[in-house]
């Protein structure tokens, strides 16, 4: 792999700038040497940029409508070794053919007549099946191994379901991705249950929301103190922990009730803003994964959020929560940090505005009044609903669940 | 079974069908006591005399219009073109006489002769001596063309152009006389003409061929079967009238097909093959119809690079195979 760069031509003798009129690829897109790149307009002549190599396009440097002068770098391309210098017929042997072909995949949706009836009479989706013709072209045989094999990439929606509602898109988006070639040895898992619960909602989550993200470094080291203090004392008296995490909701509760559109659900021609603070708590067994609401969180104290989380959680594990226990969030918090996460971007949990990741506490040097001292550091990562939310208004609810968390101290907490 | 060579394969023939059947005579240019340029007819003269294996003038024109009249008094003539070139002053005889003489004589008259010819080059035969003639005939109804690629094809196939009752053209490559060896079965077959013959089974391409080039695209399957490409391959065997059945099973067999020939590319015998491909197989087909064939140019060049890149060879073959097999 080589990054080559292409410069503004020289489209004309007394030519000396140009204009990118329309850039005629994207990033990410595949081109062959001499394929137009771009439209340039000159005082002289509109005419098209051929690309000089064969390769994926990295960058694109100038904007269209933007104006450069002739020679200076308009793209940039990542080009495949072999395919640099012009291989004659007798230069393409075997192994340099074979790394041609594995990356350029410009035949993949050119299909030959015998394939196309195939595909159709055995009702195979041809964008699952990856050729290995030249050029990643679906060969015949490609198709009747397919046949053979009887795993079929077939597609389960029928051309009238796929143009009919939303919901459909997330479930056909991860059904293709279940349709690579299984080899012996593999082991194949179908998808039920809670896993495609998940799997949909993530899907539609992702799909759906435009995401924004927002970290802020927090430093808890009173808090830590003071929860080491009352740690043994508290087990011993409660009978359970009380860990960090519901330090966490807490003052995410308390903010959120300052900041009540962050505590919003999108309802598309409507924003709306819900009064009550339930937050939900991320929750991982083994191989699901459950969201447990803690109802009215902002009117409950550290204690009972902590008894909840414990209770949610127990529940959770052992398969025992009620439809009751899950429904009516407003708010995520997930606790990324218990595995020992310092930074994620989480994926909000639909329909919520935003989800708040709470990564581990680490003990990091920090400046403090021009001196090094030890703190304990945690970082909050926050994915927000760009629909709904900006970044001031997230900035400052994040600022404000900071201060909250930073003036946590023996003397202000209150636990009880 | 014995082993024996193209050219042993073809006289055996002969003298097989001449034993047979005393109204076989053969006639040409140095086919008598000198037994042929080639030794076709070696040793035929000494068993069938003077009567049976007539050496002619140097008159292609009258060697084919000999034949044609002593075919149709009942004869089984075997005229020997000395080498396929010379064979155009008898175009006439062949075309206009021979081929239509049973439909225009509504079935009352036939001309049950075969007509023998060297062709093709690699020899250092230049111009004269090299040239690939089958496509004159190929769109003449009324007349068969026979081009087979092994021994025990020649021999089967020239014993069926013999019993023929109308005209037949036999072209036997020349280097394949000495050049291909085979097993032919000692006692009295015959295979049947207009059929083509799967020379190898295969599923990644087809390869459609005849002639010496069959040879070359079995030795070019050879080296491409280490390489994990299968090659499946028919020969035409009769490249007119063609095996239309044969070459449509052969080409949906895979869907990739090469068509060989050692001809002229435009106008020769595989123009036709692609055509029927083209209208029978479109569905089944995986790739664009591919030739592999001599350039259009004038002649068989003489000297030897020039020849070696008119000539189709093996490995020419192979890099077409494997250009088809890696689409």
Same mark, same amino acid.
């Not at chain 1, 990856?130 to 029928?158: C, F, H, L, N, P």
């Given at each position: 792999?080589? $990054?080559?760069?292409?410069?503004?031509?020289? /489209?004309?003798?007394?030519?000396?700038?140009?204009?990118?009129s329309?850039?005629?690829?994207?990033?990410?897109?595949?081109?062959?040497?001499?394929?137009?790149?771009?439209?340039?307009?000159?005082?002289?002549?509109?005419?098209?940029?051929?690309?000089?190599?064969?390769?994926?396009?990295?960058?694109?440097?100038?904007?269209?409508?933007?104006?450069?002068?002739?020679?200076?770098?308009?793209?940039?391309?990542?080009t495949?070794?072999?395919?640099?210098?012009?291989?004659s017929?007798?230069?393409?042997?075997?192994?340099e053919?074979?790394?041609?072909?594995?990356?350029? /995949?410009?035949?993949?949706?050119?299909?030959?007549?015998?394939?196309?009836?195939?595909?159709?009479?055995?009702?195979?989706?041809?964008?699952?099946?990856?050729?290995?013709?030249?050029?990643?072209?679906?060969?015949?045989?490609?198709?009747?191994?397919?046949?053979?094999?009887?795993?079929?990439?077939?597609?389960?929606?029928?051309?009238d379901?796929?143009?009919?509602?939303? *919901?459909?898109?997330?479930?056909?988006?991860?059904?293709?991705?279940?349709?690579?070639?299984?080899?012996?040895g593999?082991?194949?898992?179908?998808?039920?249950?809670?896993?495609?619960?998940?799997?949909n909602?993530?899907?539609?989550?992702?799909?759906?929301?435009?995401?924004?993200?927002?970290?802020v470094?927090?430093?808890?080291?009173? /808090?830590?103190?003071?929860?080491?203090?009352?740690?043994e004392?508290?087990?011993?008296?409660?009978?359970?922990?009380?860990?960090?995490?519901?330090?966490?909701?807490?003052?995410?509760?308390?903010?959120?009730?300052?900041?009540?559109a962050?505590?919003?659900?999108?309802?598309?021609?409507?924003? $709306?803003?819900?009064?009550?603070?339930?937050?939900? $708590?991320?929750?991982?067994?083994?191989n *699901?994964?459950?969201?447990?609401?803690?109802?009215?969180?902002?009117?409950?104290?550290?204690?009972?959020?902590a008894?909840?989380?414990?209770?949610?959680?127990?529940?959770?594990?052992?398969?025992?929560?009620?439809?009751?226990?899950?429904?009516?969030?407003?708010?995520?918090?997930?606790?990324?940090g218990?595995?020992?996460?310092?930074?994620?971007?989480? @994926?909000?949990?639909?329909p919520?505005?935003?989800?708040l990741?709470?990564?581990? @506490?680490?003990?990091?040097?920090?400046? @403090?009044?021009?001196?090094?001292?030890?703190?304990?550091?945690?970082?909050?990562?926050?994915?927000?609903?760009?629909?709904?939310?900006?970044?001031?208004?997230?900035?400052?609810?994040?600022?404000?669940?900071?201060?909250?968390?930073?003036?946590?101290?023996?003397?202000?907490i209150?636990?009880? | 079974?014995?082993?024996?060579?193209?050219?042993?394969?073809?006289?055996?023939?002969?003298?097989?069908?001449?034993?047979?059947?005393?109204?076989?005579?053969?006639?040409g240019?140095?086919?008598?006591?000198k037994?042929?340029?080639?030794?076709?007819?070696?040793?035929?003269?000494?068993?069938?005399? %003077?009567?049976?294996? #007539?050496?002619?003038?140097?008159?292609?024109?009258a =060697?084919?219009g000999v034949? =044609?009249?002593?075919?149709?008094?009942?004869?089984?003539?075997?005229? %020997?073109?000395?080498?396929?070139d010379f064979?155009?002053?008898?175009?006439?005889?062949?075309?206009?006489?021979?081929?239509?003489?049973r439909?225009?004589s509504n079935?009352?008259?036939?001309?049950?002769?075969?007509?023998?010819?060297?062709?093709?080059?690699?020899?250092?035969?230049?111009?004269?001596?090299?040239?690939?003639?089958?496509s004159?005939?190929?769109?003449?109804?009324?007349?068969?063309?026979?081009m087979?690629?092994?021994p025990?094809?020649?021999?089967?196939?020239?014993?069926?152009?013999?019993?023929?009752?109308?005209?037949?053209?036999?072209?036997?490559?020349?280097?394949?006389?000495?050049?291909?060896?085979?097993?032919?079965?000692?006692?009295d077959y015959?295979?049947?003409?207009?059929?083509?013959?799967?020379?190898?089974?295969?599923?990644?391409?087809?390869?459609?061929?005849?002639?010496?080039?069959?040879h070359?695209?079995?030795?070019?399957?050879?080296?491409?079967?280490?390489?994990g490409?299968?090659?499946?391959? #028919?020969?035409?065997?009769?490249?007119?009238?063609? &095996?239309?059945?044969?070459?449509?099973?052969?080409?949906?067999?895979?869907?990739?097909?090469?068509?060989?020939?050692?001809?002229?590319?435009?106008?020769?015998? =595989?123009?036709?093959?692609?055509? =029927?491909?083209?209208?029978?197989?479109?569905? &089944?087909?995986d790739?664009?119809?591919?030739? #592999?064939?001599?350039?259009?140019?004038?002649?068989?060049?003489?000297?030897?690079?020039?020849?070696?890149?008119?000539?189709?060879?093996p %490995?020419?073959?192979?890099?077409?195979?494997?250009?088809?097999?890696?689409?």
């Amino acid at each position: 792999m080589a $990054i080559e760069q292409i410069t503004m031509p020289q /489209l004309g003798e007394s030519v000396t700038e140009g204009t990118i009129s329309t850039w005629l690829v994207d990033v990410g897109d595949k081109v062959n040497k001499y394929d137009p790149l771009a439209e340039v307009l000159t005082d002289k002549v509109n005419a098209e940029v051929p690309s000089s190599y064969t390769g994926i396009i990295k960058e694109l440097i100038v904007n269209e409508g933007e104006t450069v002068a002739v020679g200076e770098v308009i793209c940039k391309i990542e080009t495949v070794q072999a395919s640099t210098k012009d291989a004659s017929p007798e230069e393409v042997k075997n192994g340099e053919l074979e790394e041609v072909t594995t990356n350029d /995949l410009s035949m993949k949706k050119r299909y030959s007549p015998a394939v196309l009836r195939l595909a159709q009479d055995h009702n195979i989706d041809l964008t699952n099946v990856d050729g290995t013709g030249r050029a990643g072209r679906i060969t015949r045989k490609d198709i009747e191994s397919i046949m053979k094999q009887g795993v079929r990439a077939t597609s389960s929606a029928s051309p009238d379901t796929s143009t009919t509602t939303k *919901e459909i898109i997330p479930q056909q988006n991860t059904e293709k991705k279940a349709s690579p070639v299984v080899h012996t040895g593999d082991i194949e898992i179908p998808v039920t249950g809670i896993r495609k619960v998940i799997a949909n909602n993530m899907v539609k989550s992702k799909q759906e929301i435009p995401h924004a993200w927002m970290t802020v470094e927090v430093d808890v080291t009173d /808090l830590v103190t003071c929860r080491n203090q009352v740690k043994e004392e508290f087990k011993q008296k409660e009978g359970f922990s009380i860990t960090y995490f519901a330090f966490f909701v807490k003052a995410v509760a308390t903010a959120l009730k300052e900041y009540p559109a962050i505590n919003s659900t999108w309802a598309g021609d409507k924003i $709306i803003q819900r009064k009550d603070i339930n937050l939900s $708590i991320a929750v991982a067994t083994d191989n *699901e994964l459950f969201v447990p609401v803690i109802k009215l969180a902002d009117e409950k104290s550290i204690k009972g959020i902590a008894k909840e989380i414990n209770e949610l959680a127990t529940k959770a594990r052992a398969h025992k929560l009620s439809g009751q226990d899950i429904q009516g969030g407003t708010f995520t918090v997930n606790n990324t940090g218990s595995f020992g996460s310092v930074h994620s971007m989480g @994926i909000i949990n639909h329909p919520q505005a935003a989800i708040l990741q709470v990564e581990s @506490i680490v003990k990091r040097p920090v400046i @403090i009044n021009n001196m090094f001292a030890a703190r304990d550091m945690v970082n909050l990562c926050l994915s927000l609903d760009h629909r709904i939310l900006d970044g001031l208004v997230c900035g400052r609810f994040l600022a404000r669940v900071k201060e909250i968390l930073e003036n946590m101290n023996k003397d202000t907490i209150n636990i009880y | 079974m014995a082993v024996m060579t193209y050219i042993q394969a073809i006289t055996t023939a002969l003298r097989e069908e001449m034993i047979r059947d005393e109204k076989v005579f053969i006639l040409g240019e140095d086919v008598g006591k000198k037994g042929g340029v080639f030794r076709a007819t070696d040793g035929l003269y000494d068993t069938f005399g %003077e009567d049976r294996v #007539l050496d002619t003038p140097l008159s292609e024109s009258a =060697i084919a219009g000999v034949g =044609i009249g002593a075919a149709m008094y009942g004869m089984r003539p075997i005229a %020997e073109m000395q080498f396929a070139d010379f064979i155009l002053p008898a175009v006439n005889q062949i075309i206009s006489e021979a081929a239509k003489l049973r439909y225009r004589s509504n079935n009352d008259w036939n001309a049950p002769i075969t007509i023998r010819a060297p062709y093709g080059g690699g020899v250092h035969g230049a111009l004269y001596h090299s040239q690939s003639i089958e496509s004159i005939f190929a769109n003449q109804p009324g007349l068969k063309i026979v081009m087979p690629s092994t021994p025990y094809d020649a021999k089967g196939l020239l014993k069926a152009a013999i019993r023929d009752n109308d005209p037949v053209l036999f072209f036997e490559h020349k280097r394949a006389y000495r050049l291909l060896k085979g097993e032919v079965p000692e006692e009295d077959y015959v295979l049947p003409i207009g059929k083509a013959d799967v020379k190898r089974e295969g599923t990644d391409i087809t390869v459609i061929t005849y002639g010496l080039c069959v040879h070359f695209a079995l030795q070019a399957a050879e080296k491409l079967a280490e390489e994990g490409i299968s090659t499946h391959i #028919l020969d035409l065997r009769t490249v007119y009238p063609l &095996d239309k059945d044969a070459i449509i099973e052969a080409a949906k067999k895979t869907g990739k097909v090469l068509l060989i020939t050692e001809d002229n590319l435009e106008g020769s015998i =595989i123009g036709e093959v692609a055509a =029927i491909i083209a209208e029978n197989c479109l569905f &089944d087909l995986d790739a664009p119809i591919k030739r #592999l064939a001599g350039p259009d140019v004038p002649a068989m060049p003489y000297a030897p690079t020039m020849e070696k890149f008119f000539m189709v060879n093996p %490995e020419k073959c192979e890099k077409a195979m494997r250009d088809l097999a890696e689409f």
